[in-house]
């Protein structure tokens, strides 16, 4: 039976229990109907209170009890109900406030694409999303839902990425660009070529991540029973106390009847969920509620260099003609041209250097691209090579330990292009943030050359580099860590990091481009690809965890003082009771303040948006 219709039959039990009593002066008929309503409901709470003790936790399920059997036994009966509705109402409560914390998490699950519309002979045939394979054509429709990750092949809209990136400006998507699932086609269709499965897009990634947010419980709720017991102590010395001194058993149902502990049922999972939420606005996926303590706490955090402190896509350097007659943009645009239809990296950074100097690219014809060497075809009558040493020819002079791609022209060698990682332009940003937020050791992992690491670390400010790694030596880094530098984060993109994320004590996945395994790997995924949106998380959590302590500490502190004027008789075993709403209302509204953005956050946002 769901907490809501417990209030509801509460509820009605009290109105037969009223009609009894005021209309039909049976007094004892009401006080049989409370007391079998109670006993069942103390019945169930004692049995979930002992499977909480044989799972090793201690909850605080003892005190609701004693309160209400307490309050039958001295012939407080209303006040037993009174205490009874608290506690349903309570967990109504508690339901709602978690659903709408919730909420944007959810709307993931919601609106996940079912149907997609593939282009066959220039037909339109409606399939399920999971039967889109690699390199199909789809046709998405104004307002509709990227059914799968993809590259716009003909086309140009604007895409609203809100829900996968937190970010709310449309984005404009035009042929060439890729468009993840999950993204709301705005104002024109477009045609997209399919590049991964629905189970490997974007979208269903996140669909994962949301259901094992939801699986899995929040580490603070058995924190917040830590509290119980210190608690639990003080409110039957309270109670004890007042009973001994006035020689009177109402006098202690009185005291637990105000021992409400629903600050600590309550409080710290709704505070929880509402930061999970928040996060969520903010492009962030937070697995659990653990993830959200440990982050809070964080003093370590190592970073993995390409793609996570670089961009992982590589730019054009330098333009290196061998050839008196060839420029260096003439260079350029004849690589590009080759290139222009190969989808790989290199050939897409040709591509995008020649576009951004607005070289106009020449017809190609007799096309050949050769994996992992390189690509051939015919401009102008003549043969151009572009690719590796071997494939482009044996008469190159230039030699050079970047990226490179080398170009010849009739078999004649006539230059060569190299290129390099660009840092992302937040990356130095990110690291002061992290400082400032007391993170003290910042760390780098990479299997790249030492002297490149060493001068991306110099640039962003990272003390402690580790180069030229495997994926086991950067496993091993990370277990050799003293306890003191825990809790640690690990930063990471591809593949290779989804070990050394999962060993962290707290892995945080680029999820915008990233893999599925980093993901998966992950406790959390930052689903923008912004850099700061790391340091964003850690000062979330804490912000988080500082509203839950707060609002278990206010709840406490409330209780503690009622239960105070409580042992004096001041405050009826009814009265009392009503109160316990108050102490509950109290703690859930200040644990939802985890939920509501700052006004520095908001102004941070404005900022890093214009």
């Given at each position: ?17 009223l009609i ?9 008929v009401?006080?049989?109907?409370i ?5 069942v ?9 002992i ?5 090793g936790?201690?909850g605080v ?7 209400i ?9 209303w006040?037993?109900?009174v ?20 909420r ?10 079912q ?8 037909q ?73 499965k ?14 094992e947010?939801k ?17 639990t102590?003080i ?19 009185e ?13 710290a ?9 928040r ?22 955090i ?5 793609g ?11 333009i ?5 007659q ?19 990296i290199?050939?897409r950074?040709?591509v995008?250097?020649?576009k951004e ?10 096309l ?19 690719g ?24 004649q ?39 490149i ?22 496993i ?35 999820g ?7 993901s998966?790997?992950?406790?959390a ?11 964003e ?7 988080t ?7 278990v ?21 009814l ?20 939920r ?15």
């Amino acid at each position: 039976m769901s907490n809501f219709k417990k209030f509801v039959l509460t509820i009605f039990i009290g109105i037969i229990a009223l009609i009894m009593e005021f209309m039909f002066n049976q007094p004892q008929v009401a006080f049989w109907i409370i007391a079998i309503a109670g006993g069942v409901m103390a019945i169930s709470m004692f049995i979930g209170m002992i499977q909480t003790l044989k799972s090793g936790k201690y909850g605080v399920d003892i005190l609701a009890i004693t309160a209400i059997v307490a309050t039958l036994l001295v012939g407080e009966y209303w006040a037993s109900l009174v205490v009874l509705v608290m506690l349903t109402g309570g967990d109504s409560l508690e339901d709602y406030a978690s659903h709408q914390a919730g909420r944007e998490l959810r709307t993931l699950l919601e609106n996940s694409p079912q149907v997609a519309h593939k282009i066959v002979n220039e037909q339109l045939h409606d399939i399920e999303v999971e039967e889109a394979s690699v390199n199909d054509l789809l046709l998405i429709k104004p307002g509709e839902i990227a059914p799968v990750d993809g590259t716009v092949e003909t086309g140009t809209t604007l895409v609203d990425e809100s829900s996968l990136t937190g970010e709310s400006r449309p984005i404009e998507k035009s042929a060439g660009d890729e468009i993840m699932s999950g993204s709301i086609v705005k104002d024109a269709s477009i045609r997209i070529r399919v590049i991964k499965k629905a189970s490997d897009s974007q979208y269903q990634k996140l669909v994962k991540l949301v259901e094992e947010s939801k699986a899995k419980p929040a580490h603070f709720v058995r924190l917040a029973d830590r509290y119980a017991v210190p608690f639990t102590l003080i409110a039957y010395i309270i109670g004890g106390f007042a009973w001994f001194i006035s020689k009177d058993p109402v006098r202690f149902a009185e005291v637990l009847v105000v021992a409400s502990p629903c600050p600590l049922i309550l409080a710290a999972p709704v505070a929880l969920v509402a930061g999970m939420s928040r996060s969520s606005r903010n492009g962030i996926v937070v697995k659990t509620g653990t993830t959200i303590e440990k982050l809070a706490k964080a003093n370590t955090i190592a970073f993995d260099k390409t793609g996570t402190l670089t961009k992982g896509k590589l730019s054009v350097d330098e333009i290196q003609s061998e050839n008196k007659q060839l420029s260096a943009k003439e260079l350029l645009t004849l690589a590009a041209s080759v290139e222009q239809e190969s989808t790989h990296i290199l050939a897409r950074s040709l591509v995008a250097q020649a576009k951004e100097e607005s070289l106009q690219l020449r017809a190609v014809k007799n096309l050949q691209e050769v994996t992992g060497k390189g690509v051939e075809a015919f401009v102008a009558g003549k043969k151009v090579r572009v690719g590796n040493a071997s494939f482009a020819g044996n008469g190159f002079v230039g030699q050079t330990n970047k990226t490179v791609v080398y170009l010849t022209v009739d078999e004649q060698y006539v230059g060569y292009i190299t290129f390099k990682d660009v840092l992302r332009l937040e990356a130095r940003e990110t690291i002061n943030q992290l400082n400032q937020l007391g993170v003290e050791k910042t760390v780098m992992l990479t299997g790249d050359d030492a002297e490149i690491a060493y001068q991306i670390a110099e640039k962003v400010n990272i003390s402690d580099v580790h180069a030229q790694c495997l994926p086991e030596e950067k496993i091993q880094v990370l277990k050799d860590l003293e306890e003191k530098q825990r809790p640690l984060i690990m930063v990471g993109d591809g593949v290779n990091d989804a070990p050394a994320l999962a060993t962290a004590d707290i892995g945080i996945a680029m999820g915008a481009h990233g893999s599925t395994a980093a993901s998966e790997s992950a406790d959390a995924v930052i689903l923008k690809d912004d850099l700061t949106r790391v340091s964003e998380a850690i000062r979330l959590s804490k912000d988080t965890m500082k509203v839950a302590q707060q609002s278990v500490l206010i709840g406490i502190f409330i209780c503690v003082a009622l239960m105070l004027v409580a042992s004096t008789g001041l405050i009826p075993a009814l009265l009392g009771a009503a109160l316990q709403e108050v102490v509950d209302t109290v703690s859930i509204l200040s644990a939802l303040r985890a939920r509501r953005e700052k006004s520095h956050t908001r102004m941070h946002m404005k900022l890093r948006i214009s």
